[in-house]
């Protein structure tokens, strides 16, 4: 089965797909997290249908994702602490 859909979706690349490739890859985390554009969507969406390896990455980044997530409790915390140490991120970059 799984022969048949590689031979319609090849996972070889030309130099243009695989440019495509590290884009959509450089895109993951934004459309998981839902941060991407209405136009970055749309690439990555158009990509990932034409792209046998790059949609198994997705499925694999959003399964990972859903899994961490499900086994995190999420604690609310004073303001105070969040600015701290986002200031304490932005001084080591």
């Known amino acids: 089965?799984?022969?048949k859909f590689t031979e319609a979706y090849p996972k070889a690349a030309d130099g243009a797909r695989e440019t495509e490739c590290?884009?959509?890859?450089d895109m993951l985390d934004l459309m998981?997290?839902?941060e991407a554009s209405c136009e970055e969507q749309r690439f990555f969406n158009d990509h990932i249908e034409e792209c046998v390896s790059?949609?198994?990455?997705?499925q694999k980044q959003k399964l990972l994702?859903?899994?961490?997530?499900?086994h995190l409790k999420r604690v609310i915390?004073?303001?105070s602490l969040v600015q701290?140490?986002?200031a304490r991120i932005q001084e080591t970059l």
């Open 54 to 58: 790059c949609f198994e990455n997705h």
């Open 22 to 25: 590290g884009k959509v890859s």
């Open 77 to 79: 915390v004073p303001q």
């Open 65 to 70: 994702k859903g899994l961490v997530s499900g």
């Open 84 to 86: 701290s140490i986002k």
């Open 1 to 3: 089965m799984e022969a």
């Open 32 to 34: 998981i997290d839902g």
